[in-house]
């Protein structure tokens, strides 16, 4: 099994998800310097994302600062109907910001996700 590089945090940030004309909500789950956790807003249909599927995310900070990210998918989940119409996706981050690795290296609670 492949271990990651970076350890991941937990976090709970909303953020967008920016898809052709339009941004969807969504929520961060956990994050690192080259890796983002998400689930999507609860939706109608679920929408497939499969390995490889480039994503935009565009999150505010605090101060109001916004945070964009080229993304890639490494991974998703459904959570299906009736339960929950959301998708859980594993991303990598494609070169990211020097702002958005100094926001996780110093912004965040230092406590890692283990899973």
Avoid at 58 to 85: Q, R
Avoid at 88 to 95: A, K, Y
């Amino acid at each position: 099994m492949e271990r990651r590089q970076f350890n991941r945090k937990r976090v709970y940030l909303s953020a967008e998800r920016i898809s052709g004309n339009a941004d969807r909500s969504i929520f961060i789950e956990n994050i690192s310097e080259r890796g983002i956790q998400i689930i999507t807003a609860p939706a109608e249909s679920i929408i497939e994302f499969s390995p490889g599927t480039p994503i935009d995310l565009k999150f505010v900070l605090s101060n109001g600062e916004i945070i964009d990210l080229y993304c890639i998918v490494k991974w998703s989940y459904h959570n299906t109907p009736p339960d929950d119409a959301t998708t859980t996706i594993g991303m990598e981050v494609v070169d990211p910001p020097s702002r958005y690795r100094e926001f996780v290296k110093t912004q965040l609670p230092a406590a890692p996700v283990y899973s």
